[in-house]
Nanobody, 125 residues
Protein backbone atom coordinates (compact mmCIF):
# COMPACT_ATOMS: atom_id res chain seq x y z
CA UNK A 1 0.00 0.00 0.00
CA UNK A 2 1.25 3.48 -0.89
CA UNK A 3 -0.18 6.71 0.43
CA UNK A 4 0.47 9.68 -1.84
CA UNK A 5 0.24 13.38 -1.04
CA UNK A 6 0.83 16.16 -3.56
CA UNK A 7 1.79 19.71 -2.70
CA UNK A 8 3.12 22.84 -4.34
CA UNK A 9 0.15 23.87 -6.41
CA UNK A 10 -1.07 27.44 -6.57
CA UNK A 11 -1.66 30.49 -8.71
CA UNK A 12 1.11 31.63 -11.02
CA UNK A 13 1.36 34.05 -13.92
CA UNK A 14 1.92 32.79 -17.42
CA UNK A 15 5.61 32.27 -18.08
CA UNK A 16 6.38 31.61 -14.46
CA UNK A 17 7.63 28.46 -12.73
CA UNK A 18 6.09 26.15 -10.19
CA UNK A 19 7.35 23.00 -8.54
CA UNK A 20 5.04 20.20 -7.51
CA UNK A 21 6.04 17.70 -4.91
CA UNK A 22 4.74 14.19 -4.38
CA UNK A 23 5.44 12.45 -1.08
CA UNK A 24 4.79 8.73 -0.90
CA UNK A 25 4.70 6.58 2.20
CA UNK A 26 5.99 3.05 2.44
CA UNK A 27 9.37 1.37 2.44
CA UNK A 28 8.89 0.07 -1.11
CA UNK A 29 8.79 3.46 -2.83
CA UNK A 30 11.76 2.45 -4.95
CA UNK A 31 9.70 -0.41 -6.38
CA UNK A 32 7.25 1.89 -8.13
CA UNK A 33 7.36 3.96 -11.23
CA UNK A 34 5.74 7.34 -10.63
CA UNK A 35 3.66 9.55 -12.82
CA UNK A 36 1.92 12.89 -12.99
CA UNK A 37 -1.45 13.39 -14.60
CA UNK A 38 -3.73 16.38 -14.81
CA UNK A 39 -7.38 17.10 -15.30
CA UNK A 40 -8.72 20.43 -16.45
CA UNK A 41 -12.37 21.43 -15.95
CA UNK A 42 -14.60 19.57 -18.37
CA UNK A 43 -11.76 17.45 -19.70
CA UNK A 44 -10.48 13.95 -19.12
CA UNK A 45 -7.39 12.76 -17.33
CA UNK A 46 -4.25 13.69 -19.27
CA UNK A 47 -0.79 12.17 -18.95
CA UNK A 48 1.88 14.73 -18.08
CA UNK A 49 5.07 12.94 -17.12
CA UNK A 50 6.43 9.72 -15.63
CA UNK A 51 9.66 8.32 -14.26
CA UNK A 52 10.66 4.71 -13.83
CA UNK A 53 11.59 3.19 -10.49
CA UNK A 54 15.31 3.93 -10.81
CA UNK A 55 14.87 7.38 -12.30
CA UNK A 56 16.78 6.32 -15.38
CA UNK A 57 13.90 6.73 -17.81
CA UNK A 58 11.53 9.66 -18.03
CA UNK A 59 8.49 10.34 -20.19
CA UNK A 60 6.72 13.54 -21.12
CA UNK A 61 3.59 14.57 -22.95
CA UNK A 62 4.36 16.54 -26.08
CA UNK A 63 2.51 19.51 -24.61
CA UNK A 64 4.98 19.84 -21.74
CA UNK A 65 8.19 18.54 -23.27
CA UNK A 66 11.01 21.04 -22.84
CA UNK A 67 9.12 22.92 -20.12
CA UNK A 68 8.56 20.32 -17.40
CA UNK A 69 11.12 18.10 -15.69
CA UNK A 70 10.41 15.11 -13.47
CA UNK A 71 12.87 13.66 -11.00
CA UNK A 72 12.77 11.49 -7.92
CA UNK A 73 14.67 10.94 -4.72
CA UNK A 74 14.12 7.39 -3.51
CA UNK A 75 15.86 8.11 -0.22
CA UNK A 76 13.24 10.76 0.54
CA UNK A 77 10.29 8.91 -1.08
CA UNK A 78 9.67 12.00 -3.18
CA UNK A 79 8.94 12.82 -6.79
CA UNK A 80 9.15 16.39 -8.05
CA UNK A 81 7.72 18.02 -11.14
CA UNK A 82 9.47 21.24 -12.07
CA UNK A 83 7.22 23.26 -14.33
CA UNK A 84 8.66 26.20 -16.23
CA UNK A 85 7.23 28.59 -18.81
CA UNK A 86 3.73 27.83 -17.63
CA UNK A 87 0.80 28.54 -19.92
CA UNK A 88 -2.87 29.15 -19.12
CA UNK A 89 -3.64 25.80 -20.75
CA UNK A 90 -1.58 24.10 -18.03
CA UNK A 91 -4.31 25.03 -15.56
CA UNK A 92 -5.63 21.81 -14.02
CA UNK A 93 -5.67 19.62 -10.97
CA UNK A 94 -2.42 17.67 -10.97
CA UNK A 95 -2.30 14.15 -9.62
CA UNK A 96 0.65 12.02 -8.62
CA UNK A 97 0.36 8.26 -8.97
CA UNK A 98 2.37 5.08 -8.41
CA UNK A 99 2.60 2.15 -10.78
CA UNK A 100 4.05 -1.36 -10.78
CA UNK A 101 4.59 -1.04 -14.53
CA UNK A 102 7.31 0.48 -16.66
CA UNK A 103 7.97 1.68 -20.17
CA UNK A 104 5.24 2.98 -22.44
CA UNK A 105 2.53 1.62 -20.13
CA UNK A 106 3.29 4.55 -17.86
CA UNK A 107 1.55 6.87 -20.31
CA UNK A 108 -1.83 5.36 -19.44
CA UNK A 109 -3.68 6.20 -16.23
CA UNK A 110 -4.97 2.62 -16.22
CA UNK A 111 -1.45 1.43 -15.36
CA UNK A 112 -1.39 3.18 -12.00
CA UNK A 113 -2.34 1.57 -8.74
CA UNK A 114 -2.23 4.38 -6.20
CA UNK A 115 -3.26 8.01 -6.55
CA UNK A 116 -3.00 11.16 -4.53
CA UNK A 117 -5.83 13.64 -3.96
CA UNK A 118 -4.44 16.20 -6.36
CA UNK A 119 -3.19 19.77 -6.18
CA UNK A 120 -4.63 22.71 -8.11
CA UNK A 121 -2.44 24.63 -10.52
CA UNK A 122 -3.85 27.83 -11.97
CA UNK A 123 -1.95 29.82 -14.57
CA UNK A 124 -3.22 33.33 -15.22
CA UNK A 125 -2.73 35.08 -18.53
Amino acid sequence: QVHIVESGGGLVQAGGPLRLSCAASGRTFGSYSMGWFRQAPGKGCEFVSAIDLSGGSTYYADSVKGRFTIFRDNALNTVLLQMNSLKPEDTAVYYCAASYHSGSRLLSDHSYDYWGQGTQVTVSS
